[in-house]
């Protein structure tokens, strides 16, 4: 499998007619990547371009390790995965775990998850959002940075398909309430139980905290038809 990124055609024209130049030596092949490089961070993803079969899509925003998403792309064949982190470090390793699960419906991004949101994914083709404990930015005059704000919740509606959903988890009890209060503020949502097979997987940052007894809170949102 080679690199996942755009293909760029370049031409050259010589400067003097009938000029020859050597030819350059043979480039190593990239080596196996499941990171997508997008040629533009301007224009929508083309979601055939990064998936070889059609099927759900389904977005991991801030993917950490890679603990969740990938074991959760395994289990689900029929579904693709993008995973977005910014830190390149946890990229990587989810890079080289997907590469050792085989897993052909998993890409990867690295880039803020605000921005893959409100600029990035296509209108109406996301099957489901997955936001598990996003930096609660816990002191006042910080909240401003917080992912989840009205502005998220809006653009993720447009990013959903008609009844796709968001799941959340997260260890701080005042995020919790944050994120209840804007999703019913925006009446395209009804809020939705967490299905047991969703919760049974793990994130990183989970089994870090419940080995020190920290209680995670679960809160999913349906896009409702029509809206």
Known sequence: MAGVQCSVTSHQSNSEEGSRRPSPPASRPSPPSLIYRPC?????????????????????????????LAEYARTHPDHNFLGVERLLGRLRKLDRKGLRLGLSNLRLIRLEASYLVDYLLPA??????????????????????????????????????????????????????????????????????????????????????????????????????GA
């Open 124 to 225: 109406n083709s996301v099957r489901a959002v997955h936001v598990y404990f996003p930096d609660p930015w816990p002191k006042r005059r910080h909240e401003k940075h917080r992912l989840i704000t009205p502005r998220f919740v809006e653009t993720v509606r447009l990013a959903l398909e008609p009844r796709g959903r968001i799941y959340f988890r997260t260890d701080s009890p005042e995020y919790f309430e944050q994120i209840a209060e804007v999703f019913a503020a925006n009446p395209a949502y009804q809020a939705i139980g967490t299905p047991g097979s969703l919760t049974a997987l793990l994130t990183d940052f989970e089994r870090d905290f419940q080995a020190r007894g920290i209680h995670t809170l679960h809160a999913a949102f349906e896009r409702m038809e």
């Open 40 to 68: 533009s961070y301007v224009d929508r993803l083309d979601l055939p371009d990064l998936f070889a079969l059609a099927q759900p899509l389904e977005v991991e925003l801030g993917s950490g390790d890679g603990s969740f």
